[in-house]
């Protein structure tokens, strides 16, 4: 019973590298979300898709960028890495925009 | 835009006791819907409770009940007979379906330590 799949659970990068977060899942779910997770801080949505080929910003896109080829994937591409992007990664999925979401394990990670 | 807000940013209770953690919202819309997710030291987001704002009554899933008061915008979640394995921070969160982005906006959060 996967659920949400994260890939990695830890990383570290140099400032200026790139890296992209995968996120899979196998509940056949249309919508997907990408959160970032700062301490002492709620999630903040930085992308979401409601359905293959479909995506859209949410409240924190700046610096990333998402493509949503199938149902099941949605990875979120880091490009140019900045100390600002430490943060713990989840990726998220739902059946409607509006029902249970189902979290993937996040991802922390630091830029240095 | 919603807003969430938790004013409680710890609280703790004796193992077996009654806490409820605070959560106040806001959004002019009519149609939305309130969560409270907990998450524990494995970092892991666990759907705890879930409530329609057209609903009138209150959520209930076993020791987790709230108390939604839709005029005061008020969304408190209650756990009854506190056990260890109920410590973790709390997350309210909000979602507002005709608002375009399908963001659920969460809260700052609340840390519950149960204290045996």
């Known amino acids: 019973n996967a659920g949400v799949t994260q890939t990695p659970k830890f990383r570290i990068l140099k400032i200026g590298q790139s890296m992209t977060l995968q996120c899979t899942q196998d509940m056949n779910h249309n919508y997907m979300y990408w959160y970032r997770q700062d301490p002492g801080m709620g999630l903040k949505l930085i992308y979401y898709?409601?359905?293959?080929?479909?995506?859209d910003k949410g409240e924190v896109p700046n610096g990333y960028n998402v493509s949503r080829s199938t149902t099941e994937d949605f990875p979120l591409r880091l490009e140019l890495a900045a100390p600002s992007q430490t943060s713990v990664y989840f990726c998220?999925?739902?059946?409607?925009?509006?029902?249970?979401?189902?979290f993937g394990q996040g991802t922390r990670l630091t830029v240095v | 835009a919603q807003t969430v807000t938790q004013s409680q940013p710890e609280m703790s209770v004796q193992e077996a006791e009654t806490v409820t953690l605070s959560c106040t919202y806001d959004?002019?819309?009519?149609?939305?819907?309130l969560f409270w997710y907990k998450q524990p030291p494995s970092r892991q987001m666990i759907l705890v409770i879930r409530q329609e704002a057209y609903k009138q009554q209150n959520a209930t899933e076993n020791r987790f009940s709230v108390n939604f008061q839709k005029a005061a915008k008020s969304f408190s979640l209650k756990i009854s007979d506190s056990q260890l394995g109920d410590t973790a921070m709390y997350f309210c969160?909000?979602?507002?379906?005709?608002?375009?982005?399908?963001?659920?906006?969460f809260g700052k959060g609340t840390k519950l330590s149960v204290i045996p």
């Open positions: 898709s409601v359905g293959a080929g479909i995506t």
């Open positions: 998220a999925s739902s059946y409607l925009g509006w029902t249970e979401a189902f």
């Open positions: 969160a909000c979602i507002v379906p005709g608002a375009g982005s399908y963001q659920l906006t």
């Open positions: 959004t002019s819309e009519n149609n939305y819907y």
